[in-house]
């Protein structure tokens, strides 16, 4: 085990080793550390945003639900949620069929220009936020789009498309096709095929990409500064406008509100991910 | 779906008794053969249509529309259409002639009329600076003048005798224009209508793209610097540890942009943590806090977190593949651990490094949220000037042709990520 080192090891590798270990250490701590300041920041009872004394003493007086409060009275964020919702959905929605069907079509070997169409397909994810942001506008606002929530979900669900193709393009990958033809041997017709056989098989590789949809339209606050209008606005652009105008604790609230969605979405990808190795048998469980 | 395989009524080929001759019987093979091949490729190319023409749509049109805009020039032909019919016979050298003065009183009274002269006179204003409050002031005395046009508009203002204003507009008379592409490389035309540089002041642009490049270079390296080593440990350890430590780098990627960077914010600003703990540990007063926001600093910090777990998954996966017998081998062959890394390890995993460094790479040259928020005056990014033209000045034509500069560097990295890694094989999380 990479931890552990041979008892013949020399003193400088051992010096090396321990230095490495440090090192990853550091670099960990330096992923999440700041996620996880941001969490009794939040519960501050003060308009502060770092430690007060009487939070380092554990004072329960230095801790407080004010911004948590602050927030859910607040009309303008309980509105940019509801919009968050309704545009994230949505999209998700339009991705994830929109992006399955494609990519059952690119998975067959018949598909001609397999590699251009599957590039153009994956574009929006490659090309930078801002650039599609500003033809988006250009383009919605000759066709009366922009400032609409339709102009909205569209944007959005132009981004969220590559990740439904690349994640169910990579379920169907290590799809064994004898089970279509054996379904299709034992006298089932395509669209029963398609419903008993394929879906639940690639079910893992579609859900994962509507979660990386919804949060690709969740998070999002490029396309919406552009493509929304104040009708539109969604709780990243609140934010935004937060940070920027009066960065007020209520942020960390919501910020840390985000982080328990994030990890309730990586909790479920996870057990996506070992429920497919264990049905394929690459994982011991 | 699948053709049922045909199956011949009259037996196999060749057998006694057959009705056909052979030679027909492979030739309607084959062109079943074809048949069910042609509807194959028909279902999977209808099974990509609704996609493909929803992204023709709502992305690949409005990136068409960036183009175009880019290298548009419809104000000027269109809203000064007898000045530039007239204009087409001066030589440039000395004034126009008075049919030219006359042409272009016609078209500020019809553009007046309109109200599109505004248009052409911004659009006129990016060529020669003043051309704006120029038209302005003639706009709202041109009812009151009389030929000979010459000398009218020269008494209004004396900027039309000069022959600048008429260059510019006899050289932007087409229906495109290379000036947004020019000004974007800090470029532009002198009086012989050759292409030079914009003297030293006005010159932003091509630092800019220097500065982006330079910086999101730095940061990639950063990456490496700090995933390498991580992602050699999660490779390596048992897969019950490693999938603990995963989450670490799991939960940054799928947490907010805007809370990572809020929490650089909070981090990093002189009332902030980092800031507090150095003063309390005495290392600086308190009156010296650190700048650590709003500069350079702040937007390579900010960013090599979030870009970190990009770097550190290609890595995984690669380094994931790689047998630990090798690097066993190598050492009992006699290689120092140095040698063992360097002439064994390393080698293998040379791919990873490059796939995690081009989507760095890529991700970072494009980035608009961080550095607007983090990056203060000097840690700004190309996006945010397209931002600012956007939204600012109102400049589309230029936030257009530094979009489309931006978008053909990133297009190519694509390219040369594709050959590298494949998109079939693009992993997510």
Not at chain 1, 4 to 11: C, G, R
Not at chain 2, 50 to 77: K, Y
Request: glycine residues 6%.
């Amino acid at each position: 085990m990479i931890t552990k080192l041979p008892p013949y090891a020399s003193p400088l590798e051992r010096v090396w080793h321990s230095a490495y270990l440090l090192f990853c250490a550091a670099v960990f701590v330096f992923l999440i550390g700041p996620i996880l300041v941001i969490v009794p920041l939040s519960f501050n009872a003060e308009p502060y945003f770092t430690f007060t004394k009487e939070m380092i003493s554990f004072d329960p007086d230095g801790y407080s639900l004010r911004w948590y409060k602050d927030f859910l009275e607040n009309e303008l964020w309980l509105f940019s949620i509801k919009n968050s919702f309704i545009v994230a959905i949505v999209s998700t929605i339009l991705a994830t069929s929109l992006g399955t069907l494609a990519a059952l079509g690119l998975a067959s070997s018949y598909m001609p220009y397999r590699t251009l169409v599957m590039s153009l397909l994956i574009s929006p994810m490659i090309v930078p936020l801002i650039i599609s942001a500003a033809g988006m506008f250009f383009f919605y606002s000759s066709i009366d789009l922009a400032h609409t929530f339709p102009g909205v979900i569209l944007a959005h669900t132009a981004l969220g498309v590559p990740f439904v193709v690349i994640t169910v393009t990579a379920t169907l990958i290590g799809f064994d096709r004898n089970l279509i033809r054996a379904s299709q041997n034992l006298g089932a017709s395509p669209t029963t095929t398609f419903f008993k056989v394929i879906l639940p098989l690639v079910t893992p590789g579609v859900v994962s990409g509507a979660l990386f949809a919804f949060i690709t339209s969740f998070d999002e606050v490029v396309i919406v500064q552009f493509v929304a209008g104040p009708e539109q606005r969604t709780v990243p652009l609140q934010m935004w406008s937060g940070i920027r105008e009066q960065i007020s604790p209520t942020i960390l609230a919501v910020a840390t509100l985000l982080v328990c969605i994030s990890i309730a979405l990586l909790t479920v990808l996870e057990l996506l991910r070992r429920r497919t190795e264990r049905l394929r048998g690459l994982s011991p469980g | 779906m699948a053709e049922p395989i045909p199956v011949s009524a009259n037996g196999a080929p060749g057998t006694p008794g057959a009705t056909d001759t052979p030679d027909d019987d492979v030739s309607s093979l084959k062109a079943r053969l074809r048949r069910a091949e042609r509807r194959r490729r028909l279902t999977a190319m209808l099974l990509v249509a609704p996609l493909f023409a929803f992204l023709l749509v709502s992305f690949l049109i409005p990136m068409g529309d960036m183009l175009l805009r880019s290298v548009d020039n419809w104000q000027i032909p269109n809203v000064l259409p007898n000045t530039v019919e007239r204009i087409a016979a001066w030589d440039g050298e000395a004034l126009p002639e008075e049919a030219v003065y006359a042409a272009m009183a016609a078209d500020i009274r019809a553009g007046k009329e309109s109200g599109e002269i505004g248009k052409a006179a911004t659009r006129l204003n990016y060529e020669v600076s003043g051309a704006r409050s120029l038209f302005n002031k003639t706009r709202r005395r041109i009812e009151r003048i009389e030929p000979p046009y010459k000398a009218a508009l020269i008494d209004i203002d004396r900027r039309w005798g000069q022959p600048d204003i008429w260059q510019a507009i006899k050289r932007e008379s087409g229906p495109y224009t290379a000036s947004y592409y020019l000004a974007a490389a800090d470029l532009t035309y002198n009086a012989e209508g050759e292409v030079v540089a914009v003297p030293e002041y006005r010159q932003v642009y091509v630092e800019l793209f220097i500065r982006t490049i330079w910086m999101s270079l730095a940061i990639t390296g950063l990456t490496i610097l700090l995933g390498y080593p991580v992602a050699y440990l999660l490779a390596n350890l048992p897969l019950r540890y490693s999938n603990l430590l995963m989450i670490l780098v799991l939960l940054p990627f799928w947490t907010s942009l805007l809370v990572r960077t809020t929490t650089w914010i909070t981090i990093l600003q002189s009332q902030g943590v980092i800031n507090d703990i150095l003063v309390w540990l005495g290392l600086i007063a308190t009156d010296e806090r650190l700048q650590l926001i709003h500069n350079k600093i702040g937007t390579m910090v900010a960013m090599t977190h979030i870009l970190l777990p990009f770097m550190i998954l290609p890595l995984y996966s690669v380094m994931k593949t790689i047998p630990p017998s090798y690097m066993r081998a190598a050492r009992s062959l006699g290689a120092t651990p140095l040698t063992a890394f360097v002439k064994v390890y390393l080698p293998q995993t040379v791919s990873g490094v490059g796939a995690g460094s081009i989507l760095v790479f890529i991700l970072a040259i494009g980035y608009y949220i961080t550095p607007a928020l983090v990056g203060g005056e000097t840690g700004q990014f190309i996006s945010n000037f397209i931002a600012r033209h956007m939204l600012v000045s109102l400049n589309w034509g230029l936030a257009a042709a530094l979009g489309s500069m931006l978008l053909a560097g990133v297009l190519v990295l694509y390219l040369v990520y594709n050959k590298l890694v494949g998109i079939d094989n693009m992993k997510l999380g």
